[in-house]
């Protein structure tokens, strides 16, 4: 099983910026991936950013050029750096992780952090 652990939501002014922090722990066999999506109520989780081990990354389109993911491999961390932000990014963001088994791939959620973007 592995645990997500999420850090860093909060309120921040329009054109801000935040930094959300994920780090995974427990019984770890190898990571396929590390990313983040965000809900807004009424509608579906939507991908945010999302980066595999060997670097492979994807941006949603409204966040291309505001928002940065990094991880750190050797401490199954994945951050994302949100600068620029709009009153439209306010949502709840959930850290993800795709674990890559022997027989597939796994997947598991954070708890979720809010971010509000807010004058």
């Known amino acids: 099983q592995v645990q997500l652990v999420e850090s860093g939501g909060g309120l921040v002014q329009p054109g801000g910026s935040l930094r959300l922090s994920c780090a995974a722990s427990?019984?770890?066999?190898?990571?396929?991936?590390m990313g983040w999506y965000r809900q807004t109520p009424g509608k579906q989780r939507e991908l945010v950013a999302i980066?595999?081990?060997?670097?492979?990354?994807n941006y949603a389109d409204p966040v291309k050029g505001r928002f940065t993911i990094s991880t750190d491999n050797a401490k199954n961390t994945v951050d994302l750096q949100m600068n620029s932000l709009k009153p439209g990014d306010k949502a709840v963001y959930y850290c993800n992780c795709i674990e890559q088994l022997p027989w597939g791939r796994r997947e598991y959620w954070g708890q979720g952090t809010q971010v509000t973007v807010s004058s």
């Open positions: 980066t595999t081990r060997v670097g492979v990354t």
């Open positions: 427990g019984s770890i066999r190898e990571i396929y991936a």
